[in-house]
């Protein structure tokens, strides 16, 4: 099949973004990463698959300085691209081919119902990855789409739209400049995905409402903003304050070969998300801070059942537009 850069979208398409192939066996070398500490969805030793292949990707080093929106999405694109594999081998399982899982606690949208009713609404989701959580809304009823900057990562959702019969429509594009018209969609969610990489913040949030119809819902998770201050350490270390809270200086890595910016990811505070939510004419219904559950024992990066227990890793977001 030809590539494809919108795939049934033509309701709401208003400009076209970047095409992506949809291929799925297009060889992408794994990512090297070093310990960071805001990866939220990075690779430990234990979780390792041996079908994720070796991580014999550029070598990197972490910094903390300021970068534009543009350094972190020529960063961030091809980074996903190097990783996905590798992720979607190591996490797939856990997520679930029509999976919604709000974060590395395991706690899903059937469990906490931040999305509310989807039966009939038409849902964007910000950073989709392999759309697991869309195809979940499609069982539900709902009409979801994802959106992507990693065209391997959408690669990865047309083969499990191939597998489940479930079909995603999806689209390569930035969450700073959604392809879709004015009020096009009732529901926009974001688990884990775009706005952690995103630097202009207040506009992808301003794209957010412009394309929700009036009262529509937005729902995001994120790293909880208090683990900033923390290293990526799933043990004992993880618990002891190495760095400000306010520090809101992006981390950054940065090949060490050709000197670029190969990844970038950004800091907002519990209140700066609360003033960018309310700026843009959102009411904030529920902030949930998901406790560890009772015989969850996975490690996830720096999430772990000994930091659990004493330290939230996750904060998710529900607003209403007004």
């Known amino acids: 099949m030809a590539p494809s850069n919108c795939r049934d979208?033509?309701?709401?398409?208003?400009?076209?973004p970047g095409?992506?192939?949809?291929?799925?066996?297009?060889?992408?070398?794994?990512?090297?990463?070093?310990?960071?500490?805001?990866?939220p969805f990075?690779?430990?030793?234990?979780?390792?698959?041996?079908?994720?292949?070796?991580?014999?990707?550029?070598?990197?080093?972490?910094?903390?300085?300021t970068v534009s929106e543009a350094e972190s999405r020529r960063a961030n694109g091809p980074d996903w691209d190097r990783y996905a594999d590798e992720y979607?081998?190591?996490h797939g399982p856990f997520l679930g081919e029509a999976g919604f899982v709000w974060g590395p606690e395991g706690l899903t949208e059937a469990d906490l119902?931040?999305?509310?009713?989807?039966?009939?609404?038409?849902?964007?989701e910000l950073g989709s990855g392999a759309c697991q959580c869309s195809r979940w809304v499609?069982?539900?009823?709902?009409?979801?789409?994802?959106?992507?900057?990693?065209?391997?990562q959408l690669q990865h959702s047309r083969r499990l739209d191939e597998q489940t019969g479930v079909v995603v429509p999806a689209v390569q594009?930035?969450?700073?400049?959604?392809?879709?018209?004015?009020?096009?969609?009732?529901?926009v969610f974001c688990s884990f995905g775009a706005l952690q990489f995103v630097s202009d913040i207040e506009h992808a949030v301003a794209e957010t409402v412009r394309v929700l119809r009036p009262g529509g819902r937005f729902a995001f998770s994120i790293t909880h903003p208090t683990r900033w201050m923390f290293p990526d350490d799933p043990g004992?270390?993880?618990?002891?304050?190495?760095?400000?809270?306010?520090?809101?200086t992006p981390y950054v890595e940065v090949d060490d070969e050709t000197g670029e910016v190969s990844y970038v990811e950004h800091h907002r505070t519990l209140g700066d998300w609360v003033t960018i939510l309310a700026r843009a004419g959102f009411r904030i219904t529920d902030l949930v801070e998901p406790e560890w559950p009772e015989g969850h024992e996975r490690i996830w990066g720096g999430w772990s059942r000994t930091r659990g227990l004493l330290t939230p890793g996750t904060a998710i977001f529900g607003a209403n537009l007004a």
């Open 9 to 16: 979208l033509a309701p709401f398409r208003a400009r076209t």
């Open 19 to 39: 095409a992506y192939p949809v291929e799925v066996d297009q060889a992408i070398t794994p990512v090297a990463r070093p310990e960071a500490p805001i990866d």
């Open 42 to 65: 990075g690779p430990t030793g234990s979780d390792l698959s041996s079908d994720a292949g070796s991580s014999n990707g550029p070598i990197v080093r972490a910094e903390r300085r």
């Open 88 to 90: 979607q081998a190591t």
């Open 113 to 124: 119902g931040v999305l509310g009713d989807v039966t009939g609404k038409d849902v964007l």
């Open 138 to 152: 499609n069982t539900q009823g709902g009409r979801a789409y994802g959106l992507d900057l990693s065209g391997r």
């Open 173 to 187: 594009a930035t969450a700073t400049d959604l392809p879709f018209a004015d009020d096009s969609f009732d529901v």
């Open 236 to 248: 004992a270390e993880g618990l002891i304050a190495a760095q400000s809270y306010w520090d809101r």
